[in-house]
């Protein structure tokens, strides 16, 4: 079992900035890629952003050029840095952690999320 524990989720108003922390714990050796994911009210929830252990990215079309991902493996902790934020970045924001083998995905774990509102 990993578990996630996501910080750093709050109100900011438009423009603004914030940075979410997702660390891990327990069976972390089982899992090769972490990520954000995020879900407003009445839509599905979404990729935001992922990074592998090699440290490769993959962002959403939405969040390029705002969004950093990145992580402290020695920490085994994930962070999302967003800038330039925007009202409909509005959602609940959920660290996951997963394997993924030529390109399929197992051992998938999710954190509680955290809130992310941004005031226009």
């Known amino acids: 079992q990993v578990q996630l524990v996501e910080s750093g989720g709050g109100l900011v108003g438009a423009g603004g900035s914030l940075r979410l922390s997702c660390a891990a714990s327990?069976?972390?050796?089982?899992?090769?890629?972490m990520g954000w994911y995020r879900q407003a009210p009445g839509k599905q929830r979404e990729l935001v952003a992922s990074?592998?252990?090699?440290?490769?990215?993959n962002y959403a079309d939405s969040v390029k050029g705002r969004f950093t991902i990145s992580r402290d493996n020695a920490k085994n902790t994930v962070y999302l840095q967003m800038n330039s934020l925007k009202p409909e970045d509005t959602a609940a924001y959920y660290c996951?952690?997963?394997?993924?083998?030529?390109?399929?995905?197992?051992?998938?774990?999710w954190g509680q999320g955290t809130q992310v509102t941004v005031s226009s």
């Open positions: 996951r952690a997963w394997r993924v083998q030529a390109n399929i995905a197992s051992n998938i774990y």
């Open positions: 990074i592998t252990s090699g440290g490769s990215t």
């Open positions: 327990g069976s972390v050796f089982s899992v090769n890629a």
